[in-house]
């Protein structure tokens, strides 16, 4: 049996593994799983899925309408290997939360 908590991740390849084991893969509309990135900072990876915009025919003819509440983007600590998921915030700003919420 694994241990609860995971090792402490030293690339972004291993950091990207954890939030595979412990999360659900996001998927396109078309039902393929959707992107996954990491950008790395100072005390942790930032995890998060991206989606393309629609073109062709699947693209609106109107004005799109503002994105639905919610998402996460999932951040996983260099020293612990432990995640913590904050909101879909822009990068910067997810981190800055992640940093303010870590002194606590």
Not at 35 to 49: K, M, R, S, W
């Given at each position: 049996m694994p241990p609860d908590t995971p090792t402490p991740p030293t690339t972004p390849e291993q950091a990207l593994a954890i939030v595979r084991s412990r999360y659900a893969q996001p998927e396109l509309p078309d039902g393929t799983p959707a992107?996954?990135?990491?950008?790395?900072?100072?005390?942790?990876?930032?995890?998060?899925?991206t989606f393309p915009p629609a073109t062709g025919a699947s693209a609106p003819t109107r004005p799109a309408a503002?994105?639905?509440p919610g998402g996460s983007k999932i951040i996983v600590a260099k020293d612990t290997g432990e995640t913590v998921a904050v909101p879909n915030y822009p990068v910067e700003t997810a981190i800055a939360l992640y940093r303010r919420q870590a002194r606590q």
């Open positions: 992107p996954l990135h990491v950008h790395e900072f100072d005390i942790g990876y930032l995890v998060y899925a503002p994105a639905a």
